[in-house]
C-alpha cells in the first residue's frame, strides 16, 4: 500500500495543477501581510474602540499570532476551492486519461488503488494546510514578532502569548479533518464522472450552496443546518474562544469524520462495480 | 441644566452635617503632594462581559505635578481611571464640590462629596468621591459620564502606609461603548473594513489593580516620562 | 495441452445492448490466438472482461486454470495487455510511467528491466522524455513495452499495430513470433489486420453480434476443397472466349487487372490448367487467392 500512495503522491505533486493552491497561498500570504504591515493599525484601532477609551494599551497586538490568525479565517472559501483543484481530479483524471486501463489491469485490487488515491488526497490536504500554517503564521511571526493574540469572536478575546501556538495547532488539525472533508467530497464527485473539471465545479458549487442555506434566515431552511457538513467545518474558531468548547469541537469532528466516512463509502461502492469503458 | 441640579442637590441637603468640602478635598490634594514621584508594580485582572483578557502585569510611574506612564514587558490593559485617581487630575478642573454627608466604609469615617464641573470641557456629568476625613485620602470615587453610565472606583490601603497611595484598586464600568459585532463568520469582514457592523452596547465589568513594591520619591529623571509611551 | 483461458457461457448486457452473448472461447498456452470480429462483434468488450475492467453478466472466464472472479490478482500478475490504444501519463516521461506500472505490477521492475524493454520497442533514447511529446507509433510501442515489463506469460494485445509504420508493424509481428516459438508466452491477439493475423496465428476464433461463429487452428480453418484462383495466361481474349464454350464457364468469375478469376474445386485445378494447354493459352502463373479476409467475410456475412 505505500508503494501505491507513493505512486500517487508522485502523479498528484508531478501535476502543474497540484501547485496551483500552493501558489495562491505563496502569494495571498505575504500580500495580506503586507497589507497589515502597513494598514494593521487601522485593523487594531477598529477591534479595539470598544476598550481603548476606557483603557490604556501597552504590547504588541499587530503581531505574527494576529496575521496568522485573519489569514487562517479565509479557510472559509479559498482554500476548499483549492483542495477540489486536486480531490476532483484523482480518479476522473485516470478515466479522462485512459490510464484506468492500465491500472486496473494491474495485480492490484480496486480497493488498494482507491484507498491509495485516497490517502494521498489526505496527505495533499495536509501539506497544503502546513504551507498555509507556515506561510501564514511562521512567516507572520518571522515579520512581526509574537506578542498577545487579539481575537474578535462573540467576545473580544485577547491570549497570553504563551496560550496561542497549542491553539494554532489545533484548530490547524481541526481543519485537516475539515479540509478532507471537502476533498472526500470532490473525491466521490470524481469517482462518479469521467471528466475532473465536473467534480471540482459541483464540490465548490455544494460548498457555496450549503453555506448560503445556512445564513439565510428562513425558519425552514435553518432547521436543516445541522444536515450541511458546511455547518461544523468553522469550529477549529472555537479554539480561539476561552473556554475552549471541547465537546462542540468533539461533535463537530465526529460528524464530519462520519461524512468523510460516507463520501468514502460511496466512491468505493461505486468504483467497485463501475464497469471501465473510457 | 446644571445649574438646576447644583440647587437641587444643594437644597435637598441643607439640613446635613456642616462640612467644608472644598476643605476637605484641598487636604487631600496637599496630602499627595508629599508624594513627588513613585513607581509600583500592578498586577491588573480585568473581568469585563464581552472582553476576555489575561491577567498582565506593568509597571506605574508618576511624577508631580501630572507626570504619568505605564509600561510592561508584554501585553497589558490599564483603566485609564488609574491616572485620574490621582487628586491633582481628580480635582483639576473648575467645579463645585457640595458636601452630601457621612458615610462608614469598611470601619472609615468618610464624607461624601458631590463635585460638580463647572464647564463642559470634562467628560464627566457628575463625580460622588468618599474622602477619608482623618487620613485625607479618596475611599471611593463615583462618576457618571456623557456617553452614559457609571464607574465605580474603590480604593484600599495598607494601614502603615503614610503615602495616600493604594494598595489596591477596583474599578467597576457600567457605560456605553462602541463594540464590533463581529461574529465568528466575520472575521475577514473587519479585515476589509467595509461590511463589519458597529454596535454600541454596555460595557460591564471590573478591574482589579494589586499594587505593590512601592518605590516613593526616589526621584525619577523627567527624560523616563519624554520616551515614547508605551501605552496608547 | 495446457489450457490458457477458457470462456464459458460469457454474456453482457449494456442496459437494453447485449454486447457480448454466451461466448465460448478455449486459449492453449504457446497459442498465437487471433480474436477477430467485426465492428461491434464484442472484442474489446470481451478483453476488458477478461482483463476484470468490465464484470459479466453471466458466465465464467478462467485464466492459467483459475476463476478470474477469484483469482484475480494472481491472474493478472502473468498477464500483459494492450487495451485500445495505450494511455499513458502524458507529464510524466516514458521511463517514469514504465517504472510506476512495473511498481504498480508488485514486481521489483529494475531499471536494467526499464531500458530493456525500451530499447526492445525502439524507444531508449526517449526514455526522459514527456509521453506528450510523443506521436501514436511511439505510444503503442511504449504499449508493448509496459505489457511485457514484467515478463508475462500471458499478452493480451488489442490492435497492437495501430499506427506504425511497416517496419515497425514488421517488427511486432516478429517480436509476437519471437515471444510465442522462443520464449514459450501465449499470444491473444485481436486485429483488423486479416493478413496479420494469418500470417501469425495459429489458432483463432471470429465472433460476430458477440457470439462464436468459427473456432479453431487458421490452417484447418482457411482450407478447404474450394479454392479461387487468379491465373495469368498470354492471350486473355483467347482463353475466355474458349472459356466461354466449355464447362469450365461456370467456374470463371471475371478478369482482374488482365488475371482471370475462378472459384472452383481444387481437385480440378490440373484439369483447368490442361484445358488451357489444349486450347493453345499459355498459362504463365496460377495463384490461390482465398484468404483470411474472404473466409471472414463469409462468416461473418452469414450472421
Known amino acids: 500500500m505505500r508503494t501505491l500512495v507513493y505512486i500517487e503522491l508522485q ?26 504591515y502597513f494598514e494593521g493599525d487601522n485593523y ?36 476548499p476551492f483549492l483542495i477540489v483543484l486536486v480531490g476532483g481530479d484523482l480518479m476522473a483524471g485516470e478515466a479522462t ?22 490517502i494521498a488526497g489526505i496527505i495533499y490536504t495536509i501539506s497544503l494546510l ?100 458546511t455547518t461544523y467545518m468553522p469550529e477549529w474558531q472555537s479554539f480561539f474562544t476561552d473556554p475552549v468548547d471541547y465537546s462542540g469541537v468533539l461533535k463537530s469532528g465526529l460528524i464530519l469524520i462520519g461524512y468523510i466516512a460516507v463520501f468514502y463509502t460511496v466512491a468505493l461502492s461505486l468504483f467497485l462495480k463501475k464497469d471501465i469503458l473510457s | 441644566m446644571k445649574k438646576l441640579l447644583m440647587l437641587l442637590l444643594a437644597s435637598s441637603f441643607v439640613f446635613a ?98 463635585i460638580v464641573p463647572n464647564s463642559d470641557s470634562t467628560n464627566m456629568l457628575l463625580s460622588t468621591v468618599w474622602v477619608d476625613v482623618q487620613k485625607s485620602r479618596v475611599q471611593k470615587i463615583e462618576t457618571a459620564t456623557k456617553q452614559g453610565g457609571t464607574m465605580t472606583t474603590i480604593l484600599a490601603y495598607n494601614k502603615e502606609s503614610k503615602y495616600p497611595l493604594p494598595s489596591k484598586v477596583i474599578v467597576e464600568f457600567d457605560v456605553n461603548a462602541p463594540v464590533p459585532t463581529a461574529s465568528a463568520n466575520d472575521q475577514n469582514s473587519i479585515v476589509q473594513n467595509k461590511r463589519a457592523v458597529v454596535g454600541r452596547r454596555q460595557l460591564n465589568g471590573s478591574v482589579t489593580l494589586t499594587y505593590s513594591d512601592y518605590k516613593i520619591n526616589e526621584g525619577i529623571p523627567d527624560s523616563l516620562f519624554e520616551e515614547k509611551a508605551a501605552g496608547k | ?80 495487455a494492450i487495451v485500445e490504444k495505450p494511455d499513458f501519463y502524458l507529464y510524466l516521461t516514458a521511463y517514469k510511467n514504465l517504472e510506476i506500472l512495473g511498481k504498480t505490477s508488485g514486481c521489483d521492475v529494475t531499471h536494467e528491466r526499464i531500458m530493456e524493454m525500451l530499447e526492445l520497442v525502439r524507444l531508449a533514447d526517449r526514455a526522459k522524455s514527456k509521453v506528450k511529446t510523443f506521436s501514436h507509433g511511439m505510444k503503442q510501442r511504449l504499449g508493448l513495452a509496459q505489457a511485457l515489463l ?72 482457411l482450407s478447404s476443397d474450394d479454392v479461387k484462383l487468379k491465373i495469368e495466361v498470354d492471350d486473355t481474349e483467347k482463353a475466355i472466349n474458349c472459356l466461354n464454350e466449355s464447362r469450365w464457364k461456370e467456374f470463371y468469375k471475371g478478369e482482374e487487372f488482365g488475371k482471370l478469376i475462378f472459384d472452383m474445386n481444387k481437385d480440378e485445378v490440373t484439369q483447368l490448367n490442361k484445358f488451357f494447354v489444349e486450347n493453345n493459352v499459355g498459362v504463365s502463373a496460377v495463384v490461390p487467392t482465398r484468404s483470411l479476409e474472404e473466409y471472414f467475410l463469409k462468416i461473418t456475412g452469414e450472421g
Open chain 1, 97 to 118: 486519461s485512459g490510464t484506468f486501463r492500465l491500472l486496473i489491469t494491474r495485480p492490484v485490487s480496486r480497493f488498494q488503488l482507491l484507498n491509495a488515491k485516497f
Open chain 3, 150 to 221: 514484467h515478463d508475462p506469460d500471458l499478452i493480451i494485445l488489442d490492435e497492437p499495430t495501430t499506427g506504425l509504420d511497416p517496419e515497425g508493424m514488421k517488427e511486432v509481428r516478429d517480436l509476437i513470433i519471437n515471444l510465442s516459438k522462443e520464449h514459450g508466452k501465449t499470444i491473444f491477439l485481436s486485429s483488423h489486420l486479416l493478413s496479420e493475423i494469418e500470417l501469425i496465428a495459429s489458432r483463432m476464433i471470429i465472433i460476430n453480434k458477440g457470439r462464436t461463429k468459427v473456432e479453431g487452428r487458421v490452417e484447418e480453418l
Open chain 1, 44 to 79: 487594531l484601532n477598529f477591534a479595539t474602540r470598544s476598550f481603548s477609551d476606557a483603557f490604556l494599551i501597552s504590547g504588541n497586538l499587530m503581531n505574527g499570532y494576529l496575521v496568522g490568525n485573519l489569514i487562517l479565517s479565509t479557510l472559509f472559501i479559498h482554500i
Open chain 2, 17 to 114: 452635617q456642616n462640612r467644608n468640602p472644598q476643605q476637605l478635598l484641598d487636604d487631600v490634594t496637599n496630602k499627595f503632594e508629599s508624594v513627588k514621584d513613585y513607581q509600583v508594580e500592578v498586577s491588573i485582572k480585568i473581568d469585563v462581559d464581552f472582553l476576555k483578557v489575561p491577567d498582565t502585569k506593568a509597571k506605574l510611574y508618576f511624577k508631580q505635578p501630572d507626570k504619568t506612564k505605564f509600561e510592561s514587558d508584554g501585553f497589558a490593559m490599564l483603566p485609564k481611571q488609574v491616572f485620574e485617581i490621582n487628586p491633582g487630575k481628580l480635582l483639576s478642573f473648575d467645579y463645585t464640590p457640595i458636601y452630601v454627608r457621612d458615610e462608614k466604609i469598611d470601619d472609615i469615617n468618610t464624607a461624601v462629596i458631590k
Open chain 1, 130 to 229: 502546513c504551507f498555509l500554517m507556515l506561510m501564514s503564521l511562521g512567516l507572520g511571526l518571522l515579520i512581526f514578532g509574537s506578542g498577545e493574540l487579539i481575537s474578535l469572536r462573540d467576545k473580544i478575546y485577547i491570549f497570553a502569548s504563551d496560550d496561542v501556538m497549542w491553539r494554532f495547532f489545533a484548530a490547524y488539525g481541526f481543519s485537516i479533518i475539515s479540509m478532507t472533508t471537502v476533498m472526500a467530497l470532490s473525491f466521490m464527485f470524481s469517482a462518479i464522472v469521467e471528466n475532473a473539471i465536473g467534480p471540482i465545479v459541483g464540490a465548490m458549487a455544494v460548498i457555496i450552496i450549503f453555506m448560503i442555506l445556512s445564513v439565510l434566515n428562513i425558519d425552514f431552511l435553518q432547521t436543516l443546518t445541522p444536515y450541511y457538513f
Open chain 3, 1 to 80: 495441452m495446457e489450457k490458457v483461458i477458457e470462456v464459458k457461457g460469457l454474456t453482457k448486457k449494456f442496459k437494453n445492448l447485449t454486447a457480448v452473448d454466451d461466448l465460448e472461447l478455449n486459449v492453449y498456452a504457446g497459442d498465437v490466438f487471433g480474436f477477430l470480429g467485426p465492428n461491434g462483434a464484442g472484442k474489446s468488450t470481451t478483453i476488458r472482461m477478461m482483463l476484470s475492467l468490465i464484470k459479466p453478466t453471466k458466465g465464467s472466464i478462467e485464466i492459467f486454470g483459475k476463476p478470474l472472479k477469484t483469482h484475480r490478482k494472481d491472474i493478472l500478475h502473468n498477464i500483459g
Open chain 1, 11 to 36: 502523479k498528484i505533486f508531478k501535476k502543474w495543477r497540484t501547485y496551483i493552491g500552493f501558489i495562491a497561498i505563496g502569494v495571498m500570504a505575504p500580500l495580506v501581510q503586507l497589507a497589515l
